[in-house]
């Protein structure tokens, strides 16, 4: 077996693995201080982690005010932070992404840098935005995360104006990956030039035209990584590390309820659908009893969308927009952040529970973060006690 090489952001030499940053809080503290414990960059997702403080969701328990939600969040955000940096204890790094669709998506990068995040990811739109954000930040590390060269070439010129590169860039296929997709509807998932075949040269040649050397911004890319072979794949075309999401998710350190795994592991291909989410966006995830319900319901409750701000179940009014909230009728009409919430806490029937496409490492088995990290480097799988993986 081939180990891969490592490779350095800001500094930090890492192993070429990046955990994807997964919300509402399936990666949070746990998950990613295990990851960059490891040697490789863990990512907390920055949205809602009030969840995971008994204290915080208590005082938000009938809250409908968006800013001292906000306040709350912020609150559970800086001690993820410093409860992943504690477990990692100087090894990897730890990252925050923060969605460009969130509306307080500025705040949270704030917060995240305050409470010392070594990195900030930032996708679901352009991060146009990312080098004022960070103002005042120098030693944090900015990763857009992006689809293909087009998108690529706009941040990098806009941030190159500004006076800051980016330290690393993720390039998400969406045909694999799970969440929110970035193409602009399902039709385009599948869209060559979203391949890596196709996208790593086009961003080689913009770096190339920018006078970017090759390997001064470490291009990570995720969507469909599940094991060494594709690891091994993946850097053969150029790309510096690759990103991981859902084999992650359903370790032993993943930040979710039990059922929250389960439902990911038990998942057989049929059941995982490709949708419209309220940002707009397509999105994938397992077909359980809520979503199967929503998409027998879909163009019914499109048809009558409207806008109204009371119709924000969560009261966070989370998105910069939202199909429910602004009468969209072409996007998602339901509350994403509880239904989202519901997952994390493992409640099968009425969760949304995002997924990757592919099979997971390890079959049906929940094993370690240690354990994952060691099979996608050199394609050797853990003694499962005469159990089949």
Not at 156 to 177: F, N
Not at 299 to 320: E, I, M, W, Y
Request: glycine share 12%.
């Amino acid at each position: 077996m081939t180990t891969p090489r490592s490779f350095a952001i800001r500094g930090h030499a890492l192993l070429p693995i990046v955990q994807g940053g997964m919300g509402v809080g399936v990666s949070a503290h746990r998950l990613a201080g295990a990851v960059a414990r490891a040697g490789a960059m863990g990512t907390i997702a920055s949205i809602d982690l009030r969840h995971h403080h008994a204290d915080l969701t208590e005082q938000g328990k009938h809250c409908r005010d968006k800013d001292e939600l906000n306040r709350l969040n912020f609150i559970a955000l800086d001690r993820e932070i410093g409860a992943a940096l504690d477990i990692a204890a100087g090894h990897g790094l730890v990252a925050v992404n923060v969605m460009k669709a969130v509306g307080a998506h500025p705040a949270y990068v704030r917060q995240a840098c305050d409470s010392g995040a070594q990195a900030i990811v930032m996708g679901a739109g352009l991060p146009l935005d990312l080098a004022e954000l960070t103002e005042g930040y120098p030693e944090v590390a900015l990763i857009p995360i992006l689809s293909d060269a087009r998108g690529a070439a706009i941040v990098l010129k806009k941030l190159a104006r500004k006076g800051r590169l980016p330290d690393a860039m993720v390039i998400e296929h969406p045909q694999y990956a799970g969440g929110h997709l970035g193409a602009p509807n399902p039709a385009d998932l599948a869209n060559a030039r979203f391949g890596l075949a196709e996208v790593l040269p086009g961003i080689f040649k913009v770096f190339d035209d920018m006078g970017i050397a090759r390997g001064q911004i470490p291009v990570i890319v995720g969507g469909g990584i599940n094991s060494h072979e594709k690891v091994l794949a993946a850097l053969a075309l150029g790309a510096a590390a690759v990103q991981v999401g859902t084999p992650f998710a359903v370790t032993e350190e993943g930040d979710a309820h039990p059922n929250f795994k389960r439902v990911l592991l038990d998942a057989k291909p049929e059941d995982i659908v490709t949708f419209m989410s309220v940002a707009g966006l397509p999105a994938r995830a397992v077909k359980t009893p809520w979503l199967a319900n929503y998409l027998k319901r879909e163009s019914k409750l499109q048809a009558v969308a409207k806008a109204d701000p009371n119709r924000c179940a969560s009261g966070l009014h989370c998105l910069t927009q939202c199909g429910l909230r602004d009468g969209l009728k072409k996007a998602g009409q339901f509350c994403i952040d509880s239904q989202l919430v519901a997952a994390l806490k493992g409640e099968v029937n009425k969760g949304l529970f995002f997924r990757g496409s592919e099979s997971l490492p390890f079959s049906s088995a929940i094993r370690s973060v240690q354990e994952l990290i060691d099979y996608l480097l050199t394609g050797m799988k853990p003694d499962f006690g005469g159990v089949p993986a």
